[in-house]
């Protein structure tokens, strides 16, 4: 075959990709009100409004003020990235990444499903229990299934080894809202750096969004 | 390492996977205005508010009244599903296609990066000219890159083969809401079937959430 050739240009469009985020940036930053994120967390704002289409994200997004700093620095001393879901693991811009950090989703380990059975849980919340000892210092990103963050945060309560971060947007009607709550409340109480959006809204690319503002501070 | 064990309960959570699906489309339904979904797509609409946890979606959301017949009849007889992005295919629930159908993703193709310099486009784009033959009766998948989808219809424009449906939902703020109006007006002018998202919000999760509704019609 033939290498294609352009098809002649029927539409007024930008097709530069870098000017494309340029002027995407630059509009969600003229028509957002960033100013209740932290100043090391505006890029990570403003890249999960460009993520999800939506300025009025920001009215539930939290970040916790150690997010950025405990986040990042995980990753530059080369942490993985544990992920809920393939979504998010495969929304990861490698090409960010420090350290070519490993980026971990366990959903199709073949002891889940069983596990879940024998827990009585999800899935997702049972390949949570398989990342083990890898929590400690590590990324935690949960971008699909409140039952995945409440059995992280139940690990927690137990004793399981401490992340250095959780970026919990799970997304829903039934327990999102509840286990974003929860983890907010627990970051808070453990000094456990955190960010979350309220509410029903989350998902794997606005989790991705978050973890690709993190992985280096060049936009 | 032995078997991890189910961490003490510390909150109450529904945490059996079938009833969260129950419930969530069950409010779903109770919660969304549904009336201008054609009848034969209500599902489609429902997983799609469903993966986003937005339920004003469906003010925005346009599926043409052939789609779900054209693209779930490519889909069972054996036709690939095409994306523009990884994030797409990854979100694609492969116990849910009727043929185990081939999901296929070009922007890590080695000829993507020389392709768009030589064509002055993004790599999502020039990904999109290196489907060629494979259009033919394809449901194409498109959640991420308006540029992609904007070349995506000068293909059609120029004489590439007709896929059986496009669900084009590209996020963002530059070019995202004029491509799907592009696509709407294209669909109607050449009865090609589509679903599409008007305005700013798109993404990766809600196409996917869109394939894994059209694959199958059980919930």
């Known amino acids: 075959m033939p290498p294609p050739a352009r098809p002649p240009r029927r539409y ?21 009100d960033l100013s209740r994120v932290p100043a090391d967390a505006e890029k990570v704002a403003v890249r999960m409004v460009h993520g999800t ?17 405990a986040a990042r620095g995980a990753l530059e001393a080369g942490a993985p990235i544990l992920a809920d879901a393939n979504m998010v693991a495969s929304g ?29 849980t999800t899935r997702s919340a049972a390949a949570v229990s398989l990342w083990g000892d890898r929590l400690a ?15 992280l945060l139940e690990l927690l309560h137990d004793g399981a080894p401490r992340p250095a971060a959780v970026i919990g947007c799970p997304v829903g009607f039934i327990g999102a809202a509840e ?23 989350g998902g794997s690319a606005m989790t991705a969004s978050a973890l690709n503002a993190i992985a280096q501070d060049a936009e």
């Open 92 to 120: 990861v811009t490698r090409a960010r990444l420090p350290r070519d950090n490993e980026v971990l989703c366990l959903i199709g380990d073949p002891l889940v499903p069983e596990l879940a059975r024998s827990f009585g």
């Open 179 to 201: 286990s974003k709550q929860a983890l907010a409340a627990f970051g808070d109480a453990h000094a456990l750096p955190y960010l979350t959006v309220h509410g029903r809204r």
């Open 12 to 32: 007024d469009y930008i097709d530069d990709g870098p000017a494309i985020y340029v002027d995407s940036f630059a509009t969600i930053r003229a028509e957002t």
């Open 53 to 69: 289409g939506q300025t009025d994200l920001v009215d539930e997004l939290v970040i916790h003020p150690g997010l950025v700093t």
């Open 137 to 151: 210092g590590a990324v935690v990103a949960i971008g699909n299934a409140p039952t995945a963050l409440f059995h």
